[in-house]
């Protein structure tokens, strides 16, 4: 329960991709982890944590093993900091028939319809311009609510029969206040109280209620961003709470742009961890054929959250793949590799789950049904690193609010301490 309780502050604290960045940069300060720049010279100690971010939105850590040298291998765990959710258009105001009401476009699979009628916050990243010229990146959260509402059921009385579609375009407005006027800049730096002239922002919107325990004894978690902040919250966990390996480079790299695909300047389909590892491998060995022959021995997990059979719609599951809450990781299988996973990696991660103790489960999907993917094939291709994708069950993917249960976020933390343990 502990490492669950953990989960809650940390996701209600990562309201954006970029506030999950700033979490995760304190805590791994406050760890003693240190923190370098891509733009300047590494000098990497044996027996010592480390952390480096891109563009706000990812971050790798890492610790070196008690001997670091060129026999060093790496075990990492990769997941995602962003989430489906709506983001502010450049010309974010518009006004309607009394409304102030926000531009937003659609960033990700949005299932859409959970983002009406409830409380929506506002938070992101500011760029500002200071009197002298200079720029300064603001993270903000704005603390008034917003919403989009639904439309009555006197006014569309076929709703229950023919379903709720709205479109994107002409129905998701949240709505700001009343009134035909509205500066958007000055009101955010009222309510900021920053100084300067704003030049641009990356604003999201996000779930105002704060995450929570459910079920009769607690055994499930409601909370808005479990995919993917229940991976990195789990592994980051297990890093902290596992000692330095004698051999084994412990890392996690968590990426931003998973959501829409990854090809950004920090997603997974960037040079981020290739360029990291490099630099890893060249501060121990001038041959350039050393990061190749590390990364032939070593082994990449891509954790993202699996589909748990929902009790009113099991059909949509195939009959013998089907994983339950509570039950423990699902290891993710598909022929037409949407999923890094082979049987070489099950074996190994089974081995991992065995030692831990913990159960595990499989997920194929239907072959009638479209099979989602991870960042675990791209990584796969781009560092020829035996990987695989796993993940913990959940329901309500890509809702607003998502649902897992509490042990199988202790339990996958467990399989991850024996995968950072393991030389
Ligand atoms: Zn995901």
New binding site residues.
Partial sequence: MNFSKDLLSFIDESSTAFHAVDVLEKRLLANNYIPLQESEAWDLKPQTAYFVSRAGGAIILFKTPNNWDSEAIYHIVGA?TDSPCLKLKNNPVSFKDGYQLLNVEVYGGVLINSWFDKDLLLGGKLVLENPDGSLQTELVRISKRLRIPRLAIHLDREVNKKGFVPNAQEHLFPVLGLGEDLDFNTWILQETGLQGRILSHDLFLFDAEASNFGGINEELIYAPRL??LASVHASLSAMESVGFSDNTVQMAAYFQH??IGSESQNGAGSNFLEATLKRLSQSVSDHSAHYYQTMAKSFFISA??AHAVHPNYASRHDAHHKPYLGKGPVIKSNANMRYATDAFAIARFKQWCHKAEVPYQDFCSRNDIGCGS?IGPMTAAKLGVPTIDIGNPMLSMHSIRELCSTIDHELIIEVFKEFYRAN
Avoid: A, G, S
Wanted: aromatic share 0%; no cysteine; glycine share 0%.
């Fill in positions: 995602h995919d993917n998973e959501e993202d959250m991870t």
